[in-house]
Antibody, heavy 117, light 112 residues
Framework: EEQVVESGGGLVQPGGSLRLSCKGS????????MSWARQAPGKGLEWVAI????????MYVDSVKGRFTISRDNAKNSVFLQVDSLRVEDTAVYYC??????????WGQGTTVTVSS | DVVMTQSPLSLPVTPGQPASISCRSS???????????LTWFQQRPGRSPRRLIY???NRDSGVPERFSGSGSGTDFTLKISKVEADDVGVYYC?????????FGQGTKVEIK
């Protein structure tokens, strides 16, 4: 079964950092672009970042540029999202998704990031 | 950024009846290769998003045939031919022709 599983969320104070992880299984991880998206409580979806299959291309939504960094380790079938300088408005469920035909076809269950003092 | 506007935002439906959701983009979603990257997702209560339709009209594996997508340019539609109780949830359109990818506000489908 093709799946991705996120981890690493938690409660952090404003200005703090977390490293979110996503591990893929059941497919050739290194063949796919991978993305992170998020959903604030009771709100809609927002695409946050994407990374090419070999890690050579990374793109971010403007609201996280300079604060979030996406990376991957194909040997470990994993993609990461380093989230720094966190703000209250970054509070959300963060989803990892495999990209296929330029949208996520396999999604994880999400990991919750809560930014609060 | 491309603004995606869905309507209606709330859609009460009777089981067995058809349902339709509209999604309009603030600019054309056709790229220089003639491809259109418009996706429909379903999010059931308390669940992760699930992709139903990609590139306007391509149904994902395992998605019931009662779901269909259509449209072109800036105007797109998701249709459910006969709604079932299992279809309750929020439906999102998303464009990925332009960066950043942007979603519609979501349409909440509920059973009457």
């Amino acid at each position: 079964e093709e799946q991705v599983v996120e981890s690493g969320g938690g409660l952090v104070q404003p200005g703090g950092s977390l490293r979110l992880s996503c591990k893929g299984s059941g497919f050739t991880f290194s063949d796919y672009w991978m993305s992170w998206a998020r959903q604030a409580p009771g709100k809609g979806l927002e695409w946050v970042a994407i990374i090419k299959s070999d890690g050579s291309v990374k793109m971010y939504v403007d609201s996280v540029k300079g604060r979030f960094t996406i990376s991957r380790d194909n040997a470990k079938n994993s993609v990461f999202l380093q989230v720094d300088s966190l703000r209250v408005e970054d509070t959300a469920v963060y989803y990892c998704a495999r990209d296929f035909f330029r949208s996520g076809d396999v999604w994880g269950q999400g990991t919750t990031v809560t930014v609060s003092s | 950024d491309v603004v995606m506007t869905q309507s209606p935002l709330s859609l009460p439906v009777t089981p067995g009846q058809p349902a339709s959701i509209s999604c309009r983009s603030s600019q054309s979603l056709v790229n220089s290769d003639g491809e259109t990257f418009l996706t429909w997702f379903q999010q059931r209560p308390g669940r992760s998003p699930r992709r139903l339709i990609y590139m306007v009209s391509n149904r994902d594996s395992g998605v019931p045939e009662r779901f269909s997508g259509s449209g072109s340019g800036t105007d797109f539609t998701l249709k459910i031919s006969k709604v079932e109780a299992d279809d309750v949830g929020v439906y999102y359109c998303m464009q990925s022709t332009h960066w950043p990818r942007t979603f519609g506000q979501g349409t909440k489908v509920e059973i009457k």
